[in-house]
Each structure stands twice: as C-alpha cells, then as structure tokens.
C-alpha cells in the first residue's frame, strides 16, 4: 500500500504561483509513475502532469509551459511548481500514483491505483 498526502495548497492571486507536495509512504515511489488531477466545483476530475519512473513527462495543454512536475525518489516526494496561476486553476489537486503504468505518464486517472486526499489551490481574480 500507498499512502499519499498532499499539501502546499492555498489562497494566491491571480498571475502568483504555488509549488505543492506530494508525501509518499509504505513503498519506495522509484518504480511508480506519478501523476497530479484537480477538481474544481461541479467540474469531473481532470488531468493536470505525470511523470513516469524515468521522469517522461506528460502536461495537459490547459497548464503547458506553466507547471512543472518533478520528483525525488530518495525523498520519496512529487513536486508541481505552478506559475501564472489563473482563476480557472482554482480546484482541489489531488496526486495519484500507479505500479501498472510506472513506464509512462498517463493522463487517464482510472491508471492510478492510490490517490491522496487532495489540497485546496484558490487562485483570486
């Protein structure tokens, strides 16, 4: 088993950034691939970045060249550092992590097998 915690969330304004982390316990995250979903209100869940084992990453385009993800396998730590937040960034971010597709990035959430309990990120107009 997996446990994942979140934290670093907050309040910014608009144009600020934000760098979350993801705390991992029980296993060694070395061979896992490690991904960050948010969810705003009344909104599915959705892709934000993964990294595979071999720090292949993969961005969705709404976040392109503004998140960055990243990882330490000796801390056993993921890492997204946002810049140029925006109001629609606002949502609940949660980080995830799959054994299964350790090899890729995938933005599919049904790929991960332990998620955290998420971090709330409000981005001020």
């Known amino acids: 088993q997996v446990q994942l915690v979140e934290s670093g969330g907050g309040l910014v304004q608009a144009g600020g950034s934000l760098t979350l982390s993801c705390a991992a316990s029980?296993?060694?995250?070395?061979?896992?691939?490690m991904g960050w979903f948010r969810q705003a209100p009344g909104k599915e869940r959705e892709f934000v970045t993964a990294?595979?084992?071999?720090?292949?990453?993969g961005y969705a385009d709404s976040v392109k060249g503004r998140f960055t993800i990243s990882r330490d396998n000796a801390k056993n730590m993921v890492y997204l550092q946002m810049n140029s937040l925006k109001p629609d960034d606002t949502a609940v971010y949660y980080c995830a992590a799959s054994l299964r597709y350790g090899s890729g990035s995938s933005a599919s959430q049904y790929d991960y097998d332990y998620w955290g309990q998420g971090t709330q990120v409000t981005v001020s107009s």
């Open positions: 990294i595979s084992w071999s720090r292949i990453t």
């Open positions: 029980g296993r060694t995250l070395s061979r896992y691939a």
